[in-house]
């Protein structure tokens, strides 16, 4: 799908034009018990294998989330039902769509059951076939397509997903040159989305902090030995490199803030990533609210509160403080300008 006939979200109106969250993947608890023994004897879903990530920068034990996987020879057999059945169910009643780990749709790494996440290996999908499939129901449904595409990418991926028509994520923290230096948002994709961050990546007050750090050694997520002394000294590098670049930018000014003024960093980061040249830009409930905790922890099913933190207050009034107005402006008025 070309770039310029792109679906573009629509605000208000009876549709309620949400953006829904939908798992290339399939978990494997919430399927309904009539639905999962016949995708199974279909084919459909792969048997003794769950999803995950390999070893990398960012869990160097890599990942295993427990969840099932399409299978490619069995979609194929049955005309991708299953995997259209799920586009159109999402995009039925939305304005748009992200679909977790997008990179699914050309590989995913499986581990065999009771195996570590290092035991895995890549099975590879039919990308060209499905990415047209998304392209096609996202044209049927007048619905924007997200892919989150962070993480180990096959190579000349994200130039596919732009091909299609599907948006990638520009996250703040990874948009970086090689010498480390972050890129102005000026030059960020123009069809992609910009985010401060994600459900899984730290807030950007937490990110400032090093809380996410702190948890993963706290967990031993850093490997046998490392307690996260290595990152640590990173951190301390690129909070220097992101503050400069805010400023470079005419998001933030003045001196670098310290850990204890972790919301400076936040209302520079909503304008920073607000004048993104990117096609949208969202700004994270977590970072309106300058939180410092991260949703979810990946890599992780003990240990950390995934998913169970209460935000602090009730929904309808979340956005009212005084500071949490003034931030969700700023984002605003630099989007606008």
Not at 72 to 79: C, E, I, S, T
């Amino acid at each position: 799908m070309p770039r310029r006939s792109r679906p573009r979200c629509r605000p208000g109106g009876d549709e309620g034009r949400r953006c829904l969250d939908r798992p290339h993947r399939r978990p494997r608890r919430r399927h309904g018990r009539r639905r999962l023994p016949r995708l199974v004897a279909a084919g459909e879903i792969l048997r003794g294998v769950g999803v995950g990530a390999p070893p990398d920068i960012f869990s160097p034990l890599g990942q295993s989330w427990g969840i099932s996987a399409f299978s490619p020879h069995g979609l194929q057999a049955n005309g991708y039902g299953a995997f259209l059945e799920m586009l159109r169910a999402a995009m039925r009643h939305a304005g748009g769509v992200r679909i977790d780990h997008v990179m699914g749709l050309a590989r995913l790494w499986l581990v065999p059951e009771g195996a570590s996440a290092a035991d895995g290996a890549y099975l590879y999908f039919p990308v060209s076939d499905m990415l047209r499939l998304v392209a096609l129901e996202s044209q049927r449904h007048g619905a924007v397509v997200v892919g989150e595409d962070l993480g180990t990418l096959p190579e000349g991926f994200r130039e596919q997903l732009d091909s299609a028509g599907v948006m990638g994520l520009r996250v703040l923290w990874f948009e970086q040159r090689q010498d480390k230096s972050f890129i102005p948002p000026a030059q960020w994709s123009p069809g992609a989305v910009a985010v401060t961050t994600t459900h899984d990546l730290p807030t950007v007050a937490g990110w400032w902090k090093g809380r996410d750090i702190l948890r993963r050694a706290e967990l031993g997520l850093f490997g046998e030995g490392n307690d996260g002394a290595e990152q640590r000294d990173e951190r301390v590098r690129d909070r220097r490199l992101m503050w400069d670049a805010l400023c470079a930018a005419g998001s933030a000014e003045g001196d670098m803030p310290d850990e204890a003024r972790a919301t400076a960093v936040v209302d520079a980061a909503a304008r920073h990533v607000g004048r993104a040249a990117c096609t949208l830009a969202l700004l994270p409930l977590e970072d309106a609210l300058a939180q410092e905790e991260q949703p979810n922890l990946p890599g992780t099913t003990e240990g950390h509160p995934n998913w169970r933190r209460r935000m602090p207050g009730e929904a309808a009034t979340l956005l009212d403080p005084a500071d949490v107005t003034a931030r969700v402006a700023a984002f605003a008025k630099a989007r606008s300008s």
